[in-house]
């Protein structure tokens, strides 16, 4: 099992760009593929994209492509995802969680980190 | 609007069962394992299912889960109060290269 903890909450302006961290524990963070998923106030689980620890290789949801980023930095076992053009649609609770590779199961969370999105 | 189909809301008592169904289609269910997830009020999601029907350590065998051609079933017996949660079930969506979830099912235990 891995722990995932997240950078703390975000207060950012339309048109801005927002950086959540994504810090793990253990010997684990290369074994395992980063996701991140956002939820909205009162709604579902949305999907944005995945990112290899080891390669760095990613894959994002449509919605997102040209607005989103995810990297890494293995020396502290951290993940990032960043996200542009913000807007206030864009205001949520970002998780990051670890999946297997080849996998599409969540299996460890972070505590998420809320990010809203006001002028 | 999700990829996934599932029942807004389910409700039963005490010790009863209750199912949860997620509807999909080829380029998801009908090809993919299938996972689900628990989100109790304030907390992060948490796998409760996964490759269809598998369960992580330390899941009580009161949950189950089954898959039917491009369909998904959560199962859940003996209910307890502590039960009472959002469910998600999830998968990956070959057509759209992308993790999808359902809109989620609100679980009240009378």
């Known amino acids: 099992q891995v722990q995932l903890v997240q950078s703390g909450a975000e207060v950012k302006k339309p048109g801005a760009s927002v950086k959540v961290s994504c810090k793990a524990s253990?010997?684990?963070?290369?074994?395992?593929?980063i996701n991140w998923v956002r939820q909205a106030t009162g709604q579902g689980l949305e999907w944005m994209g995945w990112m290899n620890p080891n390669s760095g290789d990613t894959g994002y949801a449509q919605k997102f492509q040209g607005r989103v980023a995810m990297t890494r930095d293995t020396s502290i076992k951290t993940a990032y995802m960043e996200l542009s053009s913000l807007r206030s649609e864009d205001s949520a609770v970002y998780y990051c969680?670890?999946?297997?590779?080849?996998?599409?199961?969540?299996?460890?969370w972070g505590q998420g980190t809320l990010v809203t999105v006001s002028s | 609007q999700s990829v996934l189909t599932q029942p807004p809301s389910v409700s039963a008592a005490p010790g009863q069962k209750v199912t949860i169904s997620c509807s999909g289609s080829t380029s998801n269910i009908g090809n993919n394992y299938v996972s689900w997830y628990q989100q109790l009020p304030g907390t992060a999601p948490k796998l409760l299912i996964y490759d269809s029907n598998q369960r992580p350590s330390g899941i009580p065998d009161r949950f189950s889960g089954s898959t039917s051609g491009t369909s998904a079933t959560l199962g859940i017996t003996g209910l307890q109060t502590g039960d009472e949660a959002d469910y998600y079930c999830g998968t990956w969506d070959n057509s759209l290269s992308a993790g999808v979830f359902g809109g989620g099912t609100k679980l009240t235990v009378l």
């Open positions: 253990g010997n684990t963070f290369n074994s395992n593929d």
């Open positions: 969680a670890t999946s297997t590779s080849g996998s599409s199961s969540l299996g460890d």
